[in-house]
């Protein structure tokens, strides 16, 4: 399939090791902002989500931070896997709009 | 529980013609999206329905493109005439009503490439 991130920044990292997926964010009305994974010829799949209310929330080896000070996000991947390969892209939402911005998203490649 | 579903896959046109793209949401999701997501960006959303009514159509390019979803089920979204800007992927979401704000959920796309 078609790649979505041909000319995305690209993380790389090794097999096993920690990523760090960075998203600066644009409305400072947000208050509810969510990771999604983007395979190649596939949708937008839902990681993790964060309110503004809380500057921390983790998952299954995912982690999200959000500095709302700064606007920005992260998105912390523990032991990386290959099957962690994909686009990811951060997305923001304003009070009660449902309505969601995306972020331009980071290609995350995991070398063997 | 079955996904959304889009279709086609993959369409390519040359510009000045018509293409329409097809979206069966989740059975009994209110809202159903429309997003255009040209190669290296984030899904730029066009158009947000509830039900058969538009709540925002914002950032669709009326001149060219149309979207409907007459029976509050499947929606289709119509370019015409189509231009070399338009080469992207068209992503349809669904999202049912009363749910979290990340019950969001995406069909594969229909990639779409104007020569």
């Known amino acids: 399939g078609e790649s979505v991130g041909l000319h995305l920044p690209t993380l790389s990292v090794q097999e096993g090791d920690n990523s760090i997926i960075n998203c600066a964010y644009s409305?400072?009305?947000?208050?509810?902002f969510i990771w999604y994974k983007q395979e190649s010829g596939k949708g937008p799949q839902f990681i993790i989500d964060?309110?503004?209310?809380?500057d921390k929330r983790q998952g299954q080896r995912v982690t999200v931070l959000l500095n709302k000070t700064v606007k920005h996000l992260s998105l912390q991947i523990a032991a990386t896997q290959p099957g962690d390969s994909a686009v990811y892209f951060c997305?923001?939402?304003?009070?009660?709009?449902?309505?969601?911005?995306f972020g331009t998203g980071t290609r995350l490649k995991v070398l063997a | 529980e079955a996904g959304v579903a889009q279709s086609p896959r993959y369409k390519i046109i040359e510009k000045r013609q018509s293409v329409a793209f097809w979206c069966n949401p989740i059975?009994?999701?209110?809202?159903l999206y429309w997003y255009q997501q040209i190669l290296g960006q984030g899904p730029k959303l066009l158009i947000q329905?509830?039900?058969?009514?538009?709540?925002?159509d914002s950032q669709l390019p009326k001149d060219r493109f149309s979207a409907e979803r007459l029976k509050g089920v499947d929606s289709t979204l119509k370019i015409q005439p189509a231009k070399l800007e338009d080469s992207a992927v068209y992503l349809c979401?669904?999202?049912?009503?009363?749910?979290?704000?990340?019950?969001?959920?995406f069909g594969p796309g229909t990639r779409l490439t104007v020569l």
């Open positions: 329905f509830q039900n058969n009514g538009v709540v925002d």
């Open positions: 059975s009994g999701h209110a809202t």
């Open positions: 964060i309110r503004s209310n809380m």
């Open positions: 409305n400072s009305a947000s208050d509810y």
């Open positions: 979401a669904s999202r049912r009503a009363g749910a979290t704000y990340n019950e969001q959920f």
């Open positions: 997305a923001e939402n304003a009070s009660g709009t449902y309505k969601y911005i």
